[in-house]
């Protein structure tokens, strides 16, 4: 019995193999999409390494402060690059699954390795995807942790990637290079994928892009939205903050490696040299929107504790929990002038939900590390 429906499965499969003749499941479509996809791939791998690298800095490494956009564009790209992506992947899939089903599986050692290869290769897209959009969705239907699974699931997507680029380049150039002109079917096909992408990326880009603002109706956050115009991804409520930032005696205070510690109130903070700086909030979820915020630059400040010029200033926040309530300042960004305790927004004291009575906004630095409800400064 058993045999038997082994020797059926095989005459199944054997027999779909055959029928998968269409031209859209051709090399010359295969190729180009592949080639496609490896760009689009690899374009998101290096802005994700970007923002991982801002996020954690190696220690011989400090992001400049300049230019002021620099990670708005490169995450923009991340995402809505992302976004844009899932077409061509689920194109690509369809033109390639058929090889699956072919029969027997593996004919050697060396085919089970490639196997294994593009199972990797699979996998590891599929993943990137489905978390990713999941993600930007603000749906954790996971039970791990986003940020981490994804930046090394990257790397094994990767690796998989460049062993598979080898391995089928010659036959992919040859299909491009030296086949036959494209069928309108296949040609049609190709355009569509082309157009729906391109779909996705017109109505996701406004999150980042304001001059598409009107057009961004795909994006999980559009700019205009929330408290004074701007989005917010936590709210002085869920963090837990409220009452302790609306606590008349809230201070902030300067420590650590200083000559002289300071203490100043929200009064004392008002009376310094006031300062404006327009600079864009950017989230890691790839929505980004410009503010003109007022405050005090933070050098102002660690001047008047005595801080040297090469010491890291770590933010702390009146939330007491979560692995995004500190952050460190390294020297770039904390000398730059652009760099301000913000005490208003618009023009209005801040909402709570944006960090009210202090907060930190530097230029070229992800939304998760300009920390809000700011209570204290501790120079490293």
């Not at 499969?13 to 031209?23: C, E, I, V």
């Not at 992408?197 to 017109?202: E, Q, S, T």
Request: aromatic residues 8%; contains cysteine; proline residues 7%.
């Amino acid at each position: 019995m058993v045999r038997h429906r082994a020797a059926h499965a095989r005459a199944v499969l054997t027999g779909l193999d055959g029928r998968f003749t269409s031209a859209l499941r051709g090399e010359r479509a295969a190729a180009r999409l592949g080639i496609a996809l490896a760009a689009a791939f690899g374009t998101a791998f290096v802005t994700g390494l970007i923002s991982h690298f801002m996020q954690h800095p190696p220690g011989w490494a400090q992001w400049p402060s300049r230019p002021v956009n620099l990670y708005r564009v490169t995450q923009g790209v991340h995402v809505i690059g992302g976004l844009a992506t899932v077409p061509l992947l689920l194109a690509k899939l369809w033109t390639v699954y058929p090889r699956l089903l072919r029969w027997p599986p593996v004919r050697s050692a060396a085919g089970a390795g490639y196997r294994a290869v593009v199972f990797l290769l699979v996998g590891g897209a599929l993943f990137q995807m489905v978390t990713g959009v999941l993600n930007i969705s603000y749906w954790y239907a996971f039970p791990f942790f986003f940020t981490t699974a994804h930046y090394w699931t990257s790397y094994v997507l990767i690796g998989a990637l460049l062993v598979h680029a080898a391995r089928e380049w010659p036959a992919a150039r040859r299909a491009v290079m030296t086949g036959p002109g494209d069928a309108v079917g296949r040609r049609g096909f190709l355009l569509t994928v082309a157009g729906a992408g391109g779909a996705i990326a017109l109505t996701t880009a406004g999150a980042a892009f304001p001059p598409l603002e009107r057009l961004a109706v795909l994006a999980p956050r559009r700019p205009g939205t929330g408290p004074q115009g701007v989005p917010v991804n936590t709210s002085a409520a869920g963090a837990g903050v409220l009452a302790a930032a609306r606590d008349p005696a809230w201070c902030l205070t300067v420590t650590g490696r200083v000559r002289r510690e300071v203490v100043l109130s929200l009064d004392d903070l008002r009376a310094l040299p006031a300062r404006t700086a327009r600079l864009p909030i950017t989230c890691v979820e790839g929505w980004s929107a410009d503010a003109v915020w007022e405050g005090v630059r933070l050098r102002d400040v660690l001047r008047l504790a005595g801080v040297d010029d090469d010491a890291h200033v770590r933010v702390e926040s009146l939330q007491t929990w979560g692995i995004y309530r500190t952050s460190l300042v390294a020297p770039a960004h904390w000398r730059d002038p652009l760099t301000l305790l913000a005490l208003r927004l618009g023009g209005e004291p801040l909402h709570p939900d944006h960090g009210y009575p202090c907060r930190l906004i530097a230029p070229n630095r992800p939304g998760v590390m300009q920390t809000k409800w700011v209570h204290r400064l501790v120079v490293e």
